[in-house]
DNA sequence: TTATGTGCAAAGAGTTTGCCAGCTA
DNA sequence: TAGCTGGCAAACTCTTTGCACATAA
């Protein structure tokens, strides 16, 4: 059966090859904002044989398409998500990596505005915010918290 | 005399070197958000001997030590600023790759509260407008808009 | 059939590091 | 002088690319 992604690609008519459907039904398993080495190793579970030049060349090509989403949080690689029509953006757990992706309607119109009076059109955004999970406090002493 | 960068650093106790002295000068002296090469090839103009390596190790130090603060732009290089206690933001110009630096206060709430109702302290954040200029529109054709 | 895609290894860009001479404190 | 620092080149990480072979349409 076609995976969401690998569908999309076909409304595209982007050619498709054993590999970019492999490729396309990693990406459509992913809940999680991968790199190009962990969808290199989610692949070679499906097909042993692909190689991650063409993992970066698909990645590419599929971002160039509109499909996916390119990121970068900051640790020096390039992640990757689904492109959706609902924009959002992204909090960073810095204590696990775990991205949590948020929306802010209020924020959205900030950045516009703010854009605008500094005599631009806003193109594109990048909102992250890096933080760490609120512990929880006892009122008596140890609160409990891990590490 | 002294650079304001070099007084930050004999304040911190860190050993000064001609190289630090150097960087420290060039440092000072920028008002832009120059990468490490260009750091360089500033730095060598005042000491032709200084090499690329220690470039890269003082402008660690220096983040490490809170002098600087390190940017990524998303071109794939580092870009360094004085660290200062005022924060802001940036947008930057991708007709030309010049950073405006902008400080909204309604946004920098927005960002601790996001972050407190989804269970998470703030620690660093990261806001970035990718914008063009905006065109002044002439009624009748040619709006003399430059490239 | 023919333009395109793939695998492999080499090349690139940005950054870090091992080693030893040189300098700071 | 004792230990930190700098220069150089090699190494590292992530990503791209040239080439010859394979494949989709």
Redesign the pocket.
């Known amino acids: 059966m076609q995976s969401r992604i690998e569908q999309i690609c ?1 409304e595209k008519g ?7 459907r492999t ?1 396309a039904q990693v990406l459509s398993d992913s809940m999680d904002h991968p ?3 962990l969808l290199y190793q989610r692949a070679i579970t499906l ?1 042993p ?13 599929f971002e160039e398409a509109n499909i996916l989403e390119k990121h ?1 949080f900051g ?4 992640r990757y998500e689904e492109a959706s029509n609902n924009h959002h953006d992204h909090l960073i757990n810095i204590k696990n990596g775990e991205v949590i992706e948020f929306y802010n309607d209020e924020i959205e119109r900030m950045k516009i505005k703010i854009a605008k009076e500094l005599g631009y059109d806003l193109v594109d955004h990048r909102l992250e915010l890096y933080a760490t999970p609120t512990s929880v406090k006892e009122p008596s002493g140890d609160d409990g918290e891990i590490q």
Chains 1, 2 share one sequence.
């Open positions: 076909s982007l050619r498709m090859t054993d590999q970019r490729i790199d190009v080495d097909d044989n692909i190689s991650i030049a063409t993992v970066y060349r698909t990645v590419r090509l970068d640790d020096g690689r390039a």
